[in-house]
């Protein structure tokens, strides 16, 4: 009788874990040189069971995950040591566009809780405006109230530079709290995305319904920086759904190997969000408050920011395994 799926995982599993920690050492320069050996032998018989998997089992977990480990040890073992400089290299023109191109229903899942939580916002801001006390700050409502933008007091209270800083750190919190958050089985952050659609949705409700002028007011704050500043937030909820998903639906893996292979492509998607939030912040603090610059300068600063973050994604992002989980 042919072996099945389940019986292949588990005969071969523990060979593929010891590569994998041999590969692990090798990346961080701590390989001993006795394990060398048994790197490539384990390497080759990995590569063997890849072409058994693609064979028989095409499509599944346990290829796509040897399509990974298999990938991993050859560049630890043939890739030629280089400067730091192509590390980085590769990351910005391979890595993180390649795993967001890879795992991008989960960008898609993530745009879905964020604008469902927008809707809601809306919503409750036109019909049920005094549920959303408890979402929206008191300093907040009171600056809505008087008709003014909080993001002008807040430029005239310190300067950009430290302004921009405060905004790329919180924002980095944000980001780095979507990631974190996966661990709950990804229900923390699909709460996020959802949370902070809704809060986007009932302030800029609120704005219209105060006056119109202060609606296109704040309209024309975020235009500089907000494409780019969403689009990072949900890349960030895309790596913590990335993660939920590998403890909920770990496939022919255990949730161990799973959420070890998943939690490495959804760390590249968290690492890849903090320059565009470094851009972001910068751009926040310096171009997006006032009135020094038009509002159809900053909607076209933000537009050309958001047509450079999708063609650096689609012009970079080749996937290399089966989208398919």
Not at 13 to 27: I, T, Y
Not at 29 to 44: E, I, N, S, T, W
Not at 147 to 161: C, I, K, V, Y
Not at 273 to 296: D, I, K, N, Q, Y
Request: proline share 5%; with cysteine.
């Amino acid at each position: 009788m042919a072996e099945g799926l389940p019986q292949f995982v588990q005969r071969r599993r523990p060979a593929w874990e010891e590569l994998g920690a041999l590969v692990d050492g090798l990346e961080r320069g701590h390989l001993p040189v006795a394990d060398l050996q048994k790197l490539d032998r384990l390497y080759r018989r990995a590569a063997s069971d890849l072409a058994h998997a693609n064979t028989f089992f095409a499509g599944s977990d346990a290829a796509a995950y040897l399509n990974q480990l298999c990938a991993r040890a050859y560049a630890a073992i043939y890739r030629r040591r280089g400067p730091e400089e192509s590390a980085l290299k590769r990351f910005f023109l391979h890595d993180f566009p390649t795993t967001f191109v890879e795992e991008r229903r989960y960008f898609w899942a993530a745009l879905l809780l964020f604008t469902s939580g927008a809707l809601v916002g809306t919503v409750a801001a036109l019909f049920e405006p005094h549920a959303l006390d408890a979402l929206i700050p008191a300093t907040l409502r009171d600056s809505i109230d008087r008709g003014t933008l909080w993001t002008d007091e807040a430029l005239s209270a310190t300067s950009p530079l430290v302004l921009g800083t405060r905004i790329v750190t919180n924002n980095a919190a944000v980001a780095l709290s979507e990631f974190a958050l996966g661990l709950t089985a990804g229900l923390g952050t699909a709460s996020l995305l959802f949370f902070n659609g809704l809060h986007l949705g009932a302030v800029l409700t609120l704005c219209f319904q105060a006056r119109m002028d202060l609606g296109l007011g704040l309209l024309s704050f975020v235009a500089a920086h907000g494409f780019v500043e969403i689009a990072a937030i949900l890349v960030a909820g895309q790596a913590g759904l990335v993660v939920g998903a590998s403890l909920v639906a770990p496939g022919e893996l255990s949730r161990a190997d799973a959420l070890r292979v998943r939690g490495r492509r959804a760390l590249t998607l968290a690492l890849g969000t903090l320059p565009m939030l470094a851009v972001v912040g910068l751009v926040e603090g310096f171009v997006s408050p006032g009135r020094l610059f038009p509002p159809a300068m900053k909607l076209a600063l933000g537009l050309s920011l958001l047509a450079l973050l999708v063609t650096w994604v689609v012009r970079f992002g080749v996937p290399t395994v089966p989208a398919k989980r």
